[in-house]
């Protein structure tokens, strides 16, 4: 996501459409006093989840499925892991996916069990989940007394041996022990908190008390070492220890989980993400800021809002989310970074938890609720399978080309399908048992003298202390006016509503009497008066259709509707690449439900709410503007017999040069003249943009020669716009095979040829010629391999093809370590004869 939305683009003919609310009076002053001058509040509570109620709405379908798969989750099954673990008798079936007896992460599932119980019942009053919690709890509180008889220390509470914490400290390699503890005591916490279990307080503290223990021998060195390994939110979980018993001890213990590796480069404001595991590290933002609340210095929230600063404005992506194949990369890189891995809904998850703290301590940030908006009613509102009485959830939200909603193939099973009652238990499986029953949490914040409307949802509000209670009716996304309406009680004080930054021309009207004011996008509306049952707000938030270019290639755009972000609903296919939209077509057909058509790739395509595209494969991003002619049959042709410098001319005449880069040398002597030598650390050839730009046939041939066998995954040449979309040669692939792929909708699309992998340390010819859906490879002149349902070609790639290179991967994979010579690159595709001729000894 771009910050704040500044890139966008009004769309004129498709914005002309919107509905806008018509004011028919302004006569609204003597009843209302628009001050937004009245004293920005400084900090803002929640409310409690008892407090707000969910009316009927998307929120409120996804919540009773969500309490549906709650209810009837059998709890023995859940417990099996961890009863055993204590030897403890248990006949239930086992679960499978990630809770299967074998797997290092099993009682994940169990901890979020005890979030979405707590958070369900203090949302819904239902009675049944909160007796399912309690019993939860004592059964637990059973296995943590058995933990000394298994052998454990006192307090510990797991479905995994504590020898995984020796593993942990060896630095031997082991999932993710802490992850996995800090699950189960994050919801000990909530039910201690939203039902009043005093069991779970205790069961808590005895396995904080276990933290303590293990953790306090620990020298910083080896506590260091060990943070290296994901472990959620531990700091977080100590950091509400201190606050429900004022023991300041469990926040010395709590700073034992400050990673400083992460934490340092952040409290300078630099960005250093790239590479990381992305939902590795945004739990340990919220500790941070949570430590900060509990008393701790402001760096730990200089720490935590640099982080959301730069990953809502350089890593994230239109729908809200981040990551692609779970980690951050290079900031700013959209358009190059799509796959069906994109956006773990995990993160999100997490990404929502800290906006809404750092909201709480910021409300005129206006732009902390817009994207929490974006992030909640784009990804997290349509993780979940309408279709699914349980309310199955996905793990990615794929962001390539012609991606489909559902369970990764590593998590097994029917790949067809989101989650499952008890094959699944994937990470997304348990935030999202969270996620549905808290929908509640941010709709509504206040201070002493203000209620904020912070996101646009049925529900109704009881300000208890203020004696009022707010009811809000509206069919937003679809609708683009809310209403408020005092429904109880009177009470004087300011009602402060959210003018999103997509909202231009917004307007008020009190009772029926339109209001003078306009409030500017970005700022919050605020109407002071004492308000009485039957008072009525109605805003209206004028939604435009806008496209929203990617910051990497700005001929790769999303469009979105208001914060609407809307797909393309390709149904049963999609072709595997960028569809190339006329943005002048898209066309508003129904404002109720969101529903447009447009032309792409000369081809009718609906738009529809990405929330809502289920069971059927959908674009998010768009190739707009012209396509690029094709290159010449004869492209670019590098002798590589230069001696100095660092530039390689093009012997064909066209003057797309090469630059020899980092550890990447000439050589004398060559396989034909001199040669290029790459290091094998980060010497390669940065070849010049665009070389096959616009092309639908083409070849690529080399002389190379390897020394020693080569680093998987390392790459002869790769041509491409990052890896979203390339085609590569590598000498090993993780198959144990000489592969040439291209794809243009990530890894998870390529098209491949296998061979046999090069010899090594003698030089080979390598070729690769593609026409007409053939790809023919050949090794020494000779054919190796072909694949004749090839559809992907470069013209798919985007209108610019800027990072081609020779010896290096647009992956972080390894470098190529040996020589390249006579790199030829053409336009067309080459006969096996002509291979065959400059494979011929010279
Ligand atoms: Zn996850």
């Not at 914040?445 to 004696?467: I, K, M, Y």
């Not at 077509?585 to 009718?604: C, G, K, M, N």
């Not at 790639?797 to 081609?804: K, Q, S």
């Amino acid at each position: 996501m771009t910050p704040p939305l500044g890139r966008r683009q009004l769309l004129a003919a498709a914005g002309a459409t919107s509905a806008a609310f018509t004011l028919t009076g302004t006569d609204g002053t003597a009843h209302a006093a628009a001050d937004r001058a009245a004293a920005e509040p400084t900090a803002v509570r929640p409310f409690p989840l008892t407090a707000v109620t969910l009316l009927d709405s998307p929120f409120r379908d996804n919540q009773r499925r969500n309490s549906a798969y709650l209810r009837f989750v059998d709890l023995d099954r859940l417990l099996h892991t961890f009863r055993t673990n204590v030897r403890l008798p248990s006949t239930a079936q086992p679960c499978g996916g990630w809770e299967g007896p074998d797997v290092e992460l099993r009682g994940h599932s169990t901890g979020h069990l005890l979030s979405g119980l707590a958070l369900a019942y203090a949302n819904t009053g239902d009675t049944v989940l909160r007796d399912k919690g309690r019993t939860l709890v004592a059964e637990l509180a059973r296995c943590q007394a058995a933990s000394p008889g298994a052998g454990f220390r006192t307090g510990y509470l797991s479905a995994f041996p504590e020898s995984f914490f020796d593993r942990l400290e060896a630095g031997t390699g082991v999932w993710a022990p802490y992850y996995t503890i800090h699950k189960i005591m994050a919801g000990l916490v909530e039910q201690y908190r939203l039902t009043g279990n005093e069991q779970a307080l205790d069961v808590v503290l005895r396995q904080a008390r276990w933290v303590d223990a293990r953790t306090s021998g620990l020298s910083y060195e080896r506590m260091q070492q060990v943070l290296e390994t994901e472990f959620g939110g531990m700091n977080d979980v100590l950091a509400d220890l201190h606050a429900l018993t004022g023991n300041t001890a469990w926040l010395d213990v709590a700073e034992r989980f400050t990673h400083a590796q992460v934490f340092d480069p952040l409290a300078q404001g630099e960005d250093r993400l790239a590479g990381l595991h992305a939902n590795t590290q945004i739990p340990k933002m919220v500790g941070a800021l949570r430590l900060w609340e509990e008393g701790l210095p402001e760096r730990y929230r200089t720490i935590a809002a640099n982080f959301w600063k730069i990953v809502t404005g350089h890593h994230s992506y239109v729908i809200g989310g981040n990551s692609n194949g779970e980690a951050f990369h290079e900031p700013d890189v959209v358009a190059g970074q799509l796959s069906d891995n994109t956006c773990e809904n995990c993160n999100s998850y997490n990404m929502l938890k800290l906006t809404r703290l750092l909201h709480f301590h910021t409300p005129d940030r206006v732009e902390l609720l817009d994207f929490y908006e974006r992030a909640l009613l784009n990804q997290l509102l349509g993780e979940q399978d309408p279709d699914s009485e349980h309310g199955f959830n996905i793990y990615y939200t794929g962001l390539a080309p012609g991606s489909i909603k559902r369970q990764p193939s590593f998590m097994g099973a029917d790949p067809d399908v989101y989650s499952t009652d008890y094959d699944n238990f994937s990470c997304d499986h348990g935030t999202g048992m969270e996620t549905q029953a808290k929908f509640a949490d941010t709709i509504y914040t206040h201070d002493e003298h203000a209620l904020l409307v912070n996101l646009f949802a049925p529900s109704q509000v009881v300000w208890r202390e203020r004696g009022i209670t707010w009811r809000q009716t509206t069919g937003f996304p679809d609708r683009s006016t809310t209403t408020l309406t005092v429904i109880a009680g009177r009470s004087a004080h300011r009602l402060r509503v959210r003018v999103p930054s997509w909202a231009s021309g917004a307007r008020a009207a009190l009772n029926g009497r339109a209001l003078p004011d306009r409030p500017k996008p970005g700022t919050w509306l605020t109407l002071e008066r004492t308000w009485r049952a039957g008072d009525r707000v109605e805003v209206s938030l004028p939604m435009r259709t806008v496209v929203e270019p990617t910051p990497d290639d700005p001929d790769v755009q999303a469009v979105l509707h208001g914060p609407v972000v809307l797909a393309g609903a390709f149904g049963d296919r999609a072709d595997p690449w960028l569809s190339r939209l006329d943005v002048d077509s898209v066309r508003q057909e129904s404002s109720d439900p969101l529903r447009f058509t447009a032309r792409a790739d000369d081809t009718d395509v609906t738009l529809l709410p990405i929330a809502r595209v289920h069971h059927q494969h959908y674009s998010v991003y768009w190739l707009t503007g012209e396509p690029p002619p094709p290159p010449p049959e004869f492209a670019a042709w590098h002798r590589f017999d230069e001696t100095s410098g660092t530039t390689a001319s093009d012997a064909t005449g066209n003057g797309r040069t090469a630059q020899l880069v980092a550890g990447a040398a000439w050589l004398a002597d060559g396989r034909i003249g001199g040669a290029v030598a790459l290091d094998g650390v980060n010497g390669h050839v940065a070849l010049a943009e665009d070389l096959l730009a616009g092309a639908s046939a083409y070849s690529l041939a080399t002389w190379v020669r390897l020394d020693g066998r080569p680093g998987t995954w390392s790459r002869i040449f790769d041509l491409g716009t990052g890896v979203t979309a390339n085609l590569f040669l590598t000498p090993l692939s993780g198959d144990g095979t000489l592969r040439y792929a291209i794809t243009a909708g990530g890894a998870g699309a390529e098209q491949r040829i296998d061979a046999e992998p090069l010899p090594t340390d003698r030089w080979v010819h390598v070729a690769v010629a593609y026409g007409d859906g053939t790809a023919v490879l050949y090794v020494d002149g000779a054919e190796t391999g072909r694949n004749t349902a090839v559809t992907v070609e470069p013209r798919r790639f985007g209108n610019h093809v800027r990072a081609g290179y020779v010896g290096r991967s647009q992956y972080a994979d390894p470098y190529l370590k040996g020589a390249v010579d006579d790199f030829r690159v053409y336009g067309r595709a080459l006969s096996a004869a002509e291979v065959a001729t400059l494979a011929r000894p010279t």
